[in-house]
Nanobody, 125 residues
């Protein structure tokens, strides 16, 4: 059974950093495509970053140069390093995984079957 558990959220000031982790079980992260999504209050869920099984990454424009998605195959963990955080980054962050088309990274939520429960990130001004 595939399970995803996020951690690392919290409250930081503008310009600060956080590192989110997504611990996976029931499958190997190296064989799936995975992504990070976020949902701010009153807004739709947004794809933030994605990584395919070969390590190719893609980001939404608003986080390019500030966020980095990575994968530790040995520990079976997906991470999101977030630097230069802005109040607009405040949201619940979710990791997601899917075994279909693992060679294709995607920031579309409908391309993912498995989801974690989320971890909250708050950036104060």
């Amino acid at each position: 059974q595939v399970q995803l558990v996020e951690s690392g959220g919290g409250t930081v000031q503008t310009g600060g950093s956080l590192r989110l982790s997504c611990s996976a079980s029931g499958y190997s992260v190296s064989n799936y495509r995975m992504g990070w999504f976020r949902q701010a209050p009153g807004k739709e869920r947004e794809g933030v970053a994605a990584i395919n099984r070969y390590g190719a990454t893609t980001y939404v424009n608003s986080v390019k140069g500030r966020f980095t998605i990575s994968r530790d195959n040995a520990k079976n963990i997906l991470s999101l390093q977030m630097n230069s955080l802005e109040p607009e980054d405040t949201a619940m962050y979710y990791c997601a995984a899917d075994f279909r088309y693992p060679c294709v990274g995607s920031k579309n939520e409908y391309d993912y079957k498995y989801w974690g429960q989320g971890t909250r990130v708050t950036v104060s001004s």
